[in-house]
């Protein structure tokens, strides 16, 4: 039996989250170009703890409001929302990568958000800079890093957006009311 890994995603109070939506629906439209497909989310993280309902329980990512990647709380995460939704992959991990999935986020600690890239997604833009992450860039590229199988991987991790992320398989487990 594997170790399960999930993730948080939300859409924000801040004045940023309806123009990540809008970029992410916008670069929708590049892949599938007749079926318009308004994004849910605006942002997405990652929990690094073993108990994700423990509003205690570690998560890591990336805000632009938290100057860039850092470690936060399940329940800081939901605070700061305006909706939620708290998902688990269908694919498991050995706990050796799981293990490293936490080692891994660990070095990517107080790495500046990657602003100009997330503009860039909109226009399709390759400004892919591992010195800076958005949010569902940092997430892509630490379960790529632990050697996750997830669909869309023909993508470079520049690439994803939180809307793109909801496609992996997974299963909501916890959410506010949408």
Not at 34 to 42: D, L, V
Request: with cysteine; aromatic share 12%; hydrophobic share 40%.
């Amino acid at each position: 039996m594997g170790v399960p890994i999930y993730l948080l995603y939300s859409n924000s109070k801040m004045p940023l989250s309806p123009i990540i939506r809008g970029v992410t629906t916008f670069q929708s439209l590049k892949w599938k170009p007749f079926s318009i497909t308004i994004a849910k989310y605006s942002h997405i993280a990652l929990v690094l703890g073993d108990d994700p309902l423990d509003p205690n329980c570690r998560i890591i990512e990336s805000t632009l409001s938290g100057g860039g990647v850092r470690f936060s709380t399940v329940g800081a995460f939901k605070k700061r929302a305006k909706n939620w939704e708290m998902t688990r992959l269908r694919e498991e991990v050995s706990l050796e990568q799981f293990l490293l999935l936490n080692k891994a986020a660990a070095g990517q600690l107080f790495k500046p958000y990657d602003l100009m890239g997330i503009i860039g997604l909109g226009f399709g833009r390759n400004w892919e800079d591992p010195t800076d992450w958005w949010c569902s860039e940092l997430v892509a590229y630490l379960l790529k890093y632990i050697g996750m199988l997830l669909n869309g991987w023909g993508h470079k991790v520049n690439t994803y957006a939180p809307q793109m992320c909801c496609k992996w398989p997974q299963d909501v487990v916890d959410c506010s009311v949408f």
